[in-house]
C-alpha cells in the first residue's frame, strides 16, 4: 500500500507536468501564427491608409514590398515556437547525460596485480600465454617484485558494513574460506549473504575490518585483477545479440573455439546448443527470448566455467527454474565447483547439504556455522530452516 501511494503521487505529478507541458504546446503555436496575421492586416490597414492620405509618399509597390518582409520575418518565429518544445526536451535529456558525465570515476588504490604464472627452478615466474595458473604480482618500493600463487584462500576480519554510512547491514563479520572449499551463506532475504560477496569483489569497500585474499588486503589489488579473479553467476543471466558462441566466449574473450565447446560440456549445456537451429552459430536475441530461464542458466554457467577463476560466486543461480532443470543445472554447478572455493547463495536448502561449511545469517550477523550435520545436530535455526519451520523468503 506505501509503494502504491509513492506510485500515485509520482504518477498525478508526471499527468500535471504533462498537461500542462501540452497545454503550452499547443497554446503557443496558434497564439504565434495569430500575431503574424495580425501584424500582416496592421500593415496592410496603416499601409493603405497612408498611401491614401499620401503624408508619407509611400507607393503601392512598397506596401506590398513591406508585406512580403512581414510574411517572412513571422515564419521563422513561427518555427523557433514549434521547436521549442523539442529543445526543452533535449536539455532535460542532455543534463541526465552531463550529470553522468560528471559522476566522480571508481577510484582504485591497487597496485598488486594478476597475471599468468608458471613455476621455474621451483619459483614463481611471470609469463605471457595463460598457463591456467595464476599469480598476484606485488612490486615493492625497492623496486623488486614478488609473487604469490593466487589459491583462492578468502578470509574475513571482524567486517562491518553500511549502506548509508550510518544503519550497519553487517555486524562482526570473520569468516574462512581455504581453497577448495565450498562455503554456503544461507538466511532470510535481507540477512547480508549479497553483501558478503559484494564486499569480495568490492562493489563496495568496507567500513571495519580486513578482507584478506590469499594474504593480500584486497583494498590493495587492483579492481580489474581482482574481479578477473572471480567468477560469478548470478540469478539474472545477461544475454547479448549475438551467436550462441560468442555469448559464451564473453566469459574469457581470449578462449578459443575449442575451450568454448569444453566450458558448455562441462556446464551440461552441449545437449540443448545442439538441437538449437544452427547450432553453436545460432543468434540469440539480446533478451535471451529464444531460451527458456534453464537454458539461459545454463549458458551463464559456461561463461564462468570459460573464464576458469578460481574462486566461484554463485548467487543462487538456480532458485528461478523448476526441479527437473535444476537438477541439469546442478550438474553443470558441480562441474563449475570443482577444485574452486566457491561461495554459494542459497535460497533452497537442499542446494547447500554438501557444503564444507554452512554460514547461518540473521540482520547482518552470523548466527551459526558448521557443516551440515553439526547445524542439523545443533536444532538451532538451520534445523528449522531445514525442516521447513522457518521460510527463507
Known sequence: EETQKDFNTINDELCSNATQANLYANILMPIMGNIGILQYVLL???????AVSGAAGLTLGAIVSFLQLSRAFSMPVNQVSQQLNAVVMALAGAERIF???DEEAETDDGYVLLVNAKFENGSLSETAERTGLWAWKHPHHDGTTTYTQLKGDVRFYDVDFSYDGENDVLHNITLYAAPGQKIALVGATGAGKTTITNLINRFYDIADGKIRYDGININKIKKNALRRSLGIVLQDTTLFTGTVM????????DASDEEVYGAA??????GFIAMLPEGYNTVLAGDGSGLSQGQRQLLSIARAEVADAPVMILDEATSSIDTRTEAIV??????????RTVFVIAHRISTVQNSNVIIVLKQG???ERGNHEELIAKKGEYYQLYMGMLELE
Request: hydrophobic share 45%; aromatic share 2%; no cysteine.
Open 44 to 50: 496592410a490597414i496603416t499601409g493603405g491608409a497612408l
Open 99 to 101: 550529470e553522468l558525465m
Open 246 to 253: 560468442e555469448n559464451i566466449r564473453y566469459g574469457n574473450l
Open 265 to 270: 560440456v562441462q556446464a551440461n549445456a552441449d
Open 330 to 339: 546442478q550438474k553443470g554447478m558441480d562441474a563449475l565447483m570443482q577444485d
Open 365 to 367: 550477523r552470523i548466527i
